[in-house]
């Protein structure tokens, strides 16, 4: 594909910023029934993690999985979020939903 110039990017950026929510994890159980939910490692960037899924990066997000920073969310961790009523940022890049735990202090 051609390269996007920055402009492009900086313009994506923003509006995947404005679509980032934070969410109560019920909301999203439905969504996590249909296996698209991949969660983002606490500190690492979410949006950069949108970017890539936006621009079909497949070779990146299969890295970024390897090295743990992404992951599948696992029934145990689902469950966590539901009885603690967690928040999470969530993003929607069709056909995926990106969550990242809030953190609490």
Do not use: C
Request: glycine fraction near 4%; avoid cysteine; hydrophobic fraction near 40%.
């Amino acid at each position: 594909g051609k390269m996007q110039s920055t402009e492009d990017t900086n313009e994506l950026i923003a509006r995947l910023n404005g679509e980032t929510a934070k969410i109560e994890w019920h909301q999203l159980q439905k969504h996590y029934a249909t296996g698209s939910v991949i969660s983002v490692e606490i500190g690492f960037d979410l949006i950069k993690v949108a970017i890539a899924l936006h621009q079909d990066d497949t070779a990146q997000v299969k890295r970024w999985l390897t090295e743990g920073l992404l992951s599948e969310v696992s029934d145990q961790q689902a469950q966590a979020w539901y009885d603690q009523n967690s928040l999470v940022w969530a993003l929607v890049i069709p056909p995926f939903i990106l969550v990242q735990e809030v953190k609490t202090n």
